[in-house]
């Protein structure tokens, strides 16, 4: 199964000025426990923001040329084949460009809706027309900061594979 997993504001952005302008220890937790132990896919500027590749997990960058890795990270250039021969779980986890390049392929969409306007500069794509609500926890607070998890399921099962 090929999953999308972010945080967005109202606006559906998800970082402002190359970073997340949000800190929720319990989303963090949310990532962690639904990516372990599958493959992680995400896009150049995703990979430089991480030292070390992320604990069992099987980690792939996407990029369009064929430039080195640190160790730990695999590298892919074709992330639409990937996709097509994938047979382990697969979680999309950004930036900006690799969600709206994946969306066509996901199956589910995990999103935490972090209240508010962050005036991000990156945003997630458009869903709403492929994809509806199946799950909502409660709104919850964390600092100053009001979320709540939504996972969302492709309503048109005619993905692109």
Not at 6 to 31: L, M, T
Not at 83 to 100: C, H, M, S
Request: glycine content about 6%; proline content about 5%; charged content about 20%.
């Amino acid at each position: 199964m090929i999953r999308a997993i972010a945080a967005i504001d109202d606006k559906q952005g998800i970082a402002a000025g190359g970073s997340i302008p949000w800190n929720i220890p319990e989303d963090h937790r949310h990532f962690r426990s639904f990516t372990e132990h599958g493959v992680v896919v995400m896009g150049w500027a995703t990979y430089e923001e991480f030292a070390l590749p992320l604990p069992n997990r099987r980690n792939i960058v996407v990029s369009r040329t064929q430039q080195p890795v640190r160790e730990g990270w695999e590298l892919i250039t074709d992330v639409e084949a990937f996709l097509q021969l994938a047979t382990e779980d697969v979680w999309i986890i950004g930036g900006a460009q690799l969600y709206a390049s994946t969306l066509q392929f996901c199956d589910e969409l995990y999103l935490t809706q972090v209240v508010g306007d962050f005036n991000c500069d990156r945003f997630f794509p458009p869903f709403e027309a492929d994809f509806t609500l199946q799950d909502q926890s409660p709104m919850q607070t964390s600092g100053q900061y009001q979320y709540q998890f939504n996972v969302y399921q492709r309503a048109n099962k005619n993905r692109q594979v």
